[in-house]
């Protein structure tokens, strides 16, 4: 059965944030999990290696992102 | 002569000088070193004598005031250099700058951390010369680099730093060396001691070293007789090695030290 992406970047992201209960509209940086910028880069690198998908640097470039659009990048990049 | 004349008379000179840096650059830049240390002996400031002996209290009042007139020196070699470059490009600055050999041919993966020492502003066209792909990171753009230099902002927010980290890495793990500078980092950054004061180091170089595995090698930049002499140090893997390099290097040459890293260990602005 495929592994849930949303479940398992949760599990991720609680590694690295004290944040109690994040949702996918939740930010990754400012306003949100506020994490920092090498924190961002661990979270993609961990996704990379959980997914096995090779993810753009040009994601990091888009508008400030939320959990649900890490998802939705991976999913697609799974597709 | 009040203060402000007499900057605006030095400030004159300095122009004159970064227009000279064109055709004569050995002989403006020399005559830059003079005008700072004169300016350094006149005014009795940048840097005053107490600052340099609070960061290298073994040297006595005379030798402190000969290593603030060369830091003054370095100051306005420096200051020539990126108001020449603003003004009229980097042409003129690559006929003066070379790289040792080890250092020119050296392969990637390679991170290549810089400190604001020397002529640090003068290190992008000795990159351009490198056998490898080099990738460096500058606040600002000072110039357009060609041959196998290319040049990223660092600035931004968290997210778009995070771009930068990321396009960083992928450059080492394709073989490539990437430049970042190390100190002067304004508020955030790992705390180290060097002089026996405070110095922040920027923590990207760190991380890339950790996920990529390239060794971070000091790199510095120095004013000699015939122009800029770009030279390696050994490998360091912590902030804290790091902050132990940069302060051997001060000891060894304490009037490399800009004004910019003395003010920041001494938390003046």
Redo the contacts between chains.
């Keep these: 059965m495929p592994e849930d992406v949303t479940v398992a970047i949760y599990e991720i992201l609680r590694a690295r944030t004290r944040h109690a209960a994040p949702t996918p509209d939740l930010l990754l940086g400012r306003g949100g999990l506020d994490l920092d910028s090498i924190a961002l880069v661990e979270v993609l690198l961990a996704c990379e290696e959980r997914f096995g998908v090779s993810i753009a640097p040009e994601m990091f470039e888009a508008p400030p992102l939320t959990i649900g659009d890490l998802r939705d990048r991976i999913e697609a990049l799974r597709r | 002569m009040s203060s402000e004349q007499e900057s605006r008379s030095f400030d004159g000179i300095g122009k004159l000088l970064s227009n000279l840096a064109v055709s004569s650059p050995r002989a403006a830049y020399s005559m830059a070193g003079k005008l700072g240390a004169l300016r350094n002996r006149v005014t009795r400031r940048w840097p005053r004598v107490d600052e340099v002996q609070s960061l290298f209290p073994l040297l006595d009042a005379h030798d402190a005031a000969n290593v603030a007139a060369r830091i003054g020196a370095l100051y306005e070699r420096n200051r020539v250099l990126v108001r020449s470059i603003q003004r009229h490009g980097i042409d003129p600055v690559r006929s003066f700058v070379s790289a040792s050999e080890p250092l020119a041919s050296m392969k990637g993966p390679r991170i290549l951390a810089t400190f604001h020492v020397g002529a640090v502003n003068a290190l992008g066209p000795a990159l351009e010369r490198f056998a490898s792909p080099v990738l460096a990171f500058r606040q600002g753009r000072l110039f357009t680099p060609r041959g196998s230099l290319e040049i990223q902002s660092t600035e931004g927010?968290?997210?778009?730093?995070?771009?930068?980290?990321?396009?960083a890495?992928?450059h080492l793990r394709e073989g490539g060396i990437v430049v970042v500078a190390l100190d002067v980092v304004p508020d955030?950054g790992t705390e180290t001691q060097c002089l026996g004061h405070t110095l922040r180091l920027a923590?990207?170089a760190f991380?890339l070293a950790r996920?990529s595995g390239a060794p971070i090698i000091p790199i510095t930049a120095r004013w000699t007789a015939d122009g800029v002499r770009i030279d390696a140090g050994e490998a360091v893997s912590t902030p804290d090695e790091a902050a132990t390099w940069l302060e051997r290097y001060l000891l060894e040459s304490p009037s490399e030290l800009t004004l910019g890293l003395l003010r920041m260990l001494l938390g003046v602005s």
Aim: proline content about 6%.
């Design positions: 927010d968290e997210q778009r730093r995070a771009a930068t980290l990321h396009r890495l992928l955030l923590p990207g991380a996920w």
